[in-house]
């Protein structure tokens, strides 16, 4: 049977993941494909390291351009991390005609347009399933299923220890830090957990689906993104009590105009949406198609096991490519939509809590300034009086831009008689 040479860089979580199914399946692999996937080196940084999964010393490389320059290697999977050696090496491996498989969605994110353009130029294709979504196969529905369909949007829960952290403080009424603290004694989150909690490893992920969705990178500067630090467990609360959950949510949509909206913020969803009851450290994309309608994808977004399952399955796609060459290199520009909206022309509904002394006529003052600035308030209550003697106001905003509320905010803020700073969370209908 025919022999296709891998080259892994990487041995950490999800590269021994990848090395240990490709060797426990072979024989299934083998009979699936009609060929054997054979790993013929491994670029670790430290060759001493002792390991999860066994792997024979004479693999391993300290040297990952080793994997550029073995004639064996056809497809080069790099699970290394980081972006500089790894866009080195991806661009190395695509000049030399080597096949692509990476999961690194922060540099896809970044350096997209400068990957594709190499595919597009030297006709290697790249897969990249494993980015998104961990085993959840989105990217390949995207760019294949649903290439007849113009995508509408879509709304997505794709990062799951912010995932967990929020349904620890809904069950348990936890606060922010101790449901991290928490997941970080689970293993759902990282010793620094920075790019989990301010929202930037969904936001990377949000910039993948938009491309495939709408034919262009939208730059990081471009994206909205915020994280889940701010959320406490009084709007937890303030929430229910309202008929919401609060989720981090990627919203990736096609506005009337043809310009698109991607961003990734805490959001209020209604509790009765499907994707209010994606719970603990699940993942869940709801994509709203104009042919298809709605389809569900739900399942672990991470991990070791789901992700080494998503580049195995990139890997034999990779290994048939290499029997049937393609033209598609995973990626293909089209200009049918407009540019990416700033976030302060994006209307939405919003959920306010504002701090305030607990004495008559704070209220008319705050929404006086929303009056000024064109905003309706839709509801309000006013919850007892804590013991500083101050009171939060929640507000349920109308439609307003984000512009709009800023300005809103700022002056509100301001005000002698608010105690903090308000907080603004914004709500999703799935109206539009």
Known sequence: MKQIGIGLAGMGTVGAGVFKHLSQNRILLSERLGLELA?????????????????????????????????????????????????????????????????????????????????????????????????????????????????????CIINGTTNYILTRMTEQGLDYQEALTEAQEQGYAEADPTLDVNGWD?????????????????????V?????????????????????????????????????????????????HV???VNGVYNAMLVQGDV????LFYGRGAGQDPTA??????????????????????????????????????VCEYYLRIPVVDKPGVLAQVAGILG??????????????????????IL???YASNGQMSAALKQIAALPVVKSEPQMLRVETFEK
């Open 39 to 155: 790993v013929r080196r491994v670029a670790v940084r430290d060759v001493t390291k002792a390991r999860s999964f066994p792997c024979p010393a004479a693999m391993l490389t300290s040297n990952w351009k080793d994997l550029l320059e073995d004639d064996d290697i056809q497809i080069i999977v790099e699970l290394m991390g980081g972006k500089e050696e790894a866009l080195q090496l991806m661009l190395g491996a695509i000049e030399r005609k080597k096949i692509v498989v990476t999961g690194n969605k922060a540099l896809l994110a970044e350096h997209g347009p400068e990957i594709f353009a190499a595919a597009t130029k030297h006709q290697v294709p790249v897969f990249f399933e494993a980015a998104v979504g961990g085993g959840i196969p989105i990217i390949k529905s995207l760019r294949e299923a649903f290439i007849g369909n113009h995508i509408r949007s879509i709304h």
């Open 202 to 222: 969904a936001g990377h992920k949000a910039i993948i689906l938009s491309a495939l969705s709408y034919g262009y990178w939208p730059g990081v500067d471009k």
């Open 224 to 272: 909205h993104v915020e994280g889940v630090e701010k959320v406490t467990a009084e709007d937890i609360r303030y929430a229910n009590m309202l008929g919401y959950r609060i989720k981090l949510l990627g919203i990736i949509r096609a506005d009337d105009t043809g310009g698109i909206e991607v961003r990734v913020h805490p959001t209020l969803i209604p509790q009765g």
């Open 275 to 277: 994707l209010a009851s």
């Open 292 to 295: 298809v309608g709605q389809s």
């Open 309 to 346: 399952s998503a580049v195995i399955a990139d890997i034999a796609e990779a290994a048939i490519a290499l029997e049937s060459p393609r033209k598609n290199p995973g990626f293909i520009p089209h200009g049918l939509y407009g540019a990416c909206q700033p976030i302060e022309n994006v």
């Open 372 to 393: 000024e600035n064109g905003i309706g308030i839709s509801s309000m209550f006013q919850p007892d009086a804590h013991g500083d003697e101050s009171v939060p106001i």
């Open 396 to 398: 349920m905003i109308h």
